[in-house]
């Protein structure tokens, strides 16, 4: 099956749509049974998609999950309320007091703060890494690295990783490999057929795609999913029969969404490339872009999201671009359908690794589904103002 066929086909079991196109929404907290036999045989089957009580899951639920599975691959889905709460919850499935940490020096801030604030207080240490160290990470596995964590392309500055050389490494020594594959969105980049253990996505972004859900995914290999899921379930993560209903429905039109998302943002990086006021267009598709041979091998498209350094412009000038915008509005939470422009700090704290050498403000777009000519347009008005 294509992939555009599986994204409309997946999870469309008759007993959980029950004769309709989607799932029903079921809501609860308590299951009721009338006899003892199936009780029991609910509590056996209880981690198994089979209805036992609402944290575990119900039909709605089950349905996403499993159409996340089908799409994205792995044995199984974990569910929870956003995709800060899957990486958190799958870091602490699989670390205990006393282990190490390999955290690429790129990830997403809260997940660097997750780990200098609250697995540290555990007892748990990490070492950040070069995302473009390649091979090199060998060098930085202690006796007590337990997880080797990946986001590709970083948050912001979009390089992108050697993936399958990251998992060979560390499953030499049976290294949990994690990734964070919001931006891949489980169709552009499939972690499974690359060494990744455990796939995790804040699929409050693409898979939603609407900007009216939180949400986070993990789905995971068959080593790793009983545990994942146990740990999960006892972190008490679960997500709400309505927002897996809109996050399912979102998910249908994740192929032809991101084909445009992928295309409007390809003009526009084009555009501003060769922009006066635009010093380096940071996209995984543009050869400049660390790791684009990787990007080039290993995904099968882009998306909306992507960086621009400039050149010029003090404080005040940046404030004029941003303030006047007309399509863009300023907002964090990327992958809905709409464009969003966001001045780019801290990257001279948050890189510590491979510290961030460049001096011009790095502003971050991510390219909605309007007419791209409005949106360069726009963003044609916005740079003018730096000069004014
Ligand atoms: C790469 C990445 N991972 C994880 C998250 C966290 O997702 P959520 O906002 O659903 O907690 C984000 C949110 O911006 C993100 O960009």
Redesign the pocket.
């Known amino acids: 099956m294509k992939q555009d066929t599986k994204i409309i086909a997946a999870g469309r079991k008759d007993s959980w749509t029950q004769g309709g196109v989607n799932p029903v929404i079921q809501r609860a907290s308590t299951i009721i049974f009338d006899s003892v036999e199936k009780m029991q045989h609910a509590t056996k089957n209880r981690a198994n998609n089979t209805l036992f009580y609402g944290r575990r899951g119900t039909t709605t639920s089950f349905a996403f999950s499993d159409a996340m599975c089908e799409i994205e691959g792995g044995v199984g889905c974990a569910l929870y309320p956003?995709?800060?709460a899957a990486?958190s919850s799958a870091l602490l499935s699989f670390l205990k007091t006393g282990d190490h940490l390999l955290m690429v020096d790129t990830a997403?801030e809260?997940t660097r703060d997750f780990c200098n604030k609250i697995l540290a207080n555990m007892g748990i240490t990490t070492t950040y890494y070069d995302p473009m160290i390649g091979a090199g990470i060998k060098a930085l596995i202690q006796d007590n690295t337990r997880v080797l964590f990946l986001?590709s392309p970083g948050?912001n500055t979009m390089e992108v990783q050697d993936v399958p050389t990251l998992a060979a490494i560390a499953h030499q020594t049976d290294i949990t490999v994690m990734l964070?594959n919001?931006?891949g969105s489980g169709i552009n980049f499939k972690p499974f057929d690359y060494g990744v253990d455990i796939s995790i996505q804040?699929a409050?972004?693409y898979i939603v795609g609407h900007s009216d859900v939180?949400m986070?995914t993990a789905t995971a290999n068959e080593k790793h999913w009983p545990t994942l899921r146990e740990h999960s379930y006892l972190l008490g993560q679960c997500a709400s029969a309505d927002d897996c209903y809109l996050a399912l429905r979102g998910l249908r039109t994740l192929g032809v969404r991101m084909r445009q998302h992928e295309k409007s943002a390809l003009k526009v990086a084009h555009w501003l490339k060769s922009h006066p006021a635009v010093d380096k267009v940071l996209h995984p598709a543009f050869e400049d872009c660390p790791g684009h041979e990787f990007f080039k091998r290993d995904f099968s498209g882009g998306n909306g999201l992507f960086s621009f350094i400039l050149n010029r412009g003090d404080d005040a000038a940046i404030v004029r671009l941003l303030d006047g915008m007309r399509h863009f509005k300023m907002g964090?939470?990327w992958g809905g359908f709409e464009s969003l422009i966001l001045k780019v700090n801290g990257l001279d704290r948050l890189r510590t690794a491979k510290p961030w050498t460049e001096t011009g403000t790095v502003i971050r777009l991510h390219i909605g589904l309007e007419d791209v000519d409005d949106l360069i347009e726009d963003l044609a008005a916005g740079l003018a103002r730096l000069d004014d």
């Open positions: 956003c995709g800060t990486i997403y809260p986001e948050s964070d919001t931006w804040a409050t972004k939180m986070g964090f939470s």
